[in-house]
Nanobody, 120 residues
Framework: QVQLVESGGGLVQAGGSLRLSCAASGSSFTINAMAWYRQAPGKQRELVALIGSGGSTNYADSMKGRFTISRDYAKNTVSLQMNSLKPEDTAVYYC??????????????WGQGTQVTVSS
C-alpha cells in the first residue's frame, strides 16, 4: 500500500499564496507521475497539475502562471505552490500518485485531501 499524506492547506485572502505538500510512503514502489486534483462543493474532481517521472508538467488552463508543481524524486514528495489565489480556487485538494510495484503491478493512490479556502 502506498500512502499519501498532504499538508499545507488553510484559509487565505484573495491574492495570497499557499504551498501544499504531499509525501508518499510505503514499501516497494516506483512512482511515475504525481499530481494534484481539487474538488469544489457540488463539482467534479478536476486535475490541477501533474508532474511526470522525467519532470514534464501539465497544468489546467486556469492554473497556468499561478500554480507551480514540483517534485523531490529522492523523497517521493510533491508540492504545489499556489499564488494569486482566487475565491474560485476554494476546494479540497487531493494528492495523487501512480506507479508500479516491483513485480510490475500498477498502483494508484490518493491522499485524504486538504482544504483550501480563499476569502474575497
Amino acid at each position: 500500500q502506498v500512502q499519501l499524506v498532504e499538508s499545507g492547506g488553510g484559509l487565505v485572502q484573495a491574492g495570497g499564496s499557499l504551498r501544499l505538500s504531499c509525501a508518499a510512503s510505503g514499501s516497494s514502489f516506483t512512482i511515475n507521475a504525481m499530481a494534484w486534483y481539487r474538488q469544489a462543493p457540488g463539482k467534479q474532481r478536476e486535475l490541477v497539475a501533474l508532474i511526470g517521472s522525467g519532470g514534464s508538467t501539465n497544468y489546467a488552463d486556469s492554473m497556468k502562471g499561478r500554480f507551480t508543481i514540483s517534485r523531490d524524486y529522492a523523497k517521493n514528495t510533491v508540492s504545489l505552490q499556489m499564488n494569486s489565489l482566487k475565491p474560485e480556487d476554494t476546494a479540497v485538494y487531493y494528492c495523487n500518485a501512480e506507479g508500479t510495484r516491483p513485480w510490475g503491478a500498477p498502483f494508484g493512490s490518493w491522499g485524504q485531501g486538504t482544504q483550501v479556502t480563499v476569502s474575497s
